[in-house]
């Protein structure tokens, strides 16, 4: 019967071989961060970047590629949630909720949102005037509602507008509703005084008394 020593003894130097390429992997000939050396004029092993990298360690891409970024979202959308009115309006609210608007709403709303949009103008179904009285006085709540569950043919849209982003674009269709709605004596004297310059004989003062467009 033959011995099987000789395959052990072949197997523990085969062993042997693998610990130490594992070993070489653990210990590398490396130059760690912060460790000195003489290979470059400043002494130093850690080199600064070539111009005009992108840094990956820090700010939103390093976010993005370390998973941390969306940590703070389910603290911001229960914020928004829990709100039943607009934010503090501000000019930056008011270009941000029409850079979001211009992206999502205008294609069915138009840029006066009376629902003329291009979309609409080539057969996909109107969507209701802001404009109507419904909606002008429809409570704020109700157009983050619909921004965020959908409506009618519309479809959710809480999937790429962010709950901030949706009170900004809130925002910005109060704003078009008063844009087509303010009446005369509210707008500063300069624009009164331009409104009436331009106005058909009669159309200032009737205006004045109903709604201005």
């Keep these: 019967m033959r011995r099987p020593w000789p395959l052990l003894v072949c197997a ?37 970047p070539p111009p005009g990298s992108v840094a990956h360690a820090m700010g939103d891409l390093a976010a993005t590629s370390s998973g941390r970024r969306g940590d703070d979202a389910p603290a911001q959308l229960q914020s928004a949630q829990a709100a039943t009115a607009l934010p503090p309006v501000t000019a930056e609210l008011l270009r941000r909720g029409q850079e979001r608007y211009t992206i999502y709403c205008l294609p069915c709303h138009s840029p006066l949102g009376d629902g003329d949009g291009p979309v609409v103008r080539r057969g ?49 269709i109060r704003a078009l ?33 109903g709604h201005g467009r």
């Design 124 to 172: 996909f179904p109107a969507p209701p005037s802001y404009h109507q009285d419904r909606l002008r006085q429809a409570p704020d709540r109700h157009f983050y509602d619909v921004i965020t569950q959908g409506y009618g043919v519309m479809v959710p849209y809480a999937d790429r507008v962010a709950p901030d982003d949706r009170w900004a674009i809130v925002a910005y």
């Design 12 to 48: 523990l130097l085969l062993l042997a071989g693998c610990e130490r390429l594992m070993r070489n992997m653990y210990d590398q000939p490396r130059l760690d961060p912060g460790e000195p050396s003489s290979l470059f004029a400043d002494g130093k092993a850690s080199r600064p």
């Design 177 to 209: 509703q008063l844009s087509q709605h303010a009446r005369i004596a509210s707008l500063p004297p300069a624009l009164q005084a331009s409104l009436r310059a331009l106005a058909p004989a009669g159309a200032a003062s009737a205006a004045e008394e």
